[in-house]
Nanobody, 117 residues
């Protein structure tokens, strides 16, 4: 499975961005897709994830601001980010995992999100 993320950029605090991630390859076996981020000098952390047919899961720090959605017909997952703050500055990565796996196996290349104050 290959993942291609896009949509990052520079935005002012309070602004919005929409990230996209398109999957290709053996996508029929993918059950869960998610977004992670890695702020400068910090560890990677889960932002949001979605499994087909289930309620999405969000990190506490994005609840009410970010929305993850999935389009199975397009093999894509999206992350709508609103009310961005400088603390959201990070490289955002999309990830995917197959049925029965306990961790994400496939990762995209990352897209930079920079929020200016």
């Amino acid at each position: 499975v290959q993942l291609q993320a896009s949509g990052g950029g520079l935005v002012q605090a309070g602004g919005s961005l929409r990230l996209s991630c398109e999957a290709s390859g053996s996508v029929s076996a993918v059950t869960r897709m998610g977004w992670y981020r890695q702020p400068p000098g910090k560890q990677r952390e889960m932002v949001a994830e979605v499994t087909s047919g289930r309620t999405p899961n969000y990190a506490d720090f994005v609840k009410g601001r970010f929305t993850i959605s999935r389009d199975n017909a397009k093999n894509a997952v999206y992350l709508q980010m609103n009310s961005l703050t400088p603390e959201d500055t990070a490289v955002f990565l999309c990830a995917a995992r197959m049925l029965g796996r306990s961790s994400y196996e496939f990762w995209g290349q990352g897209t930079q999100v920079t929020v200016s104050s």
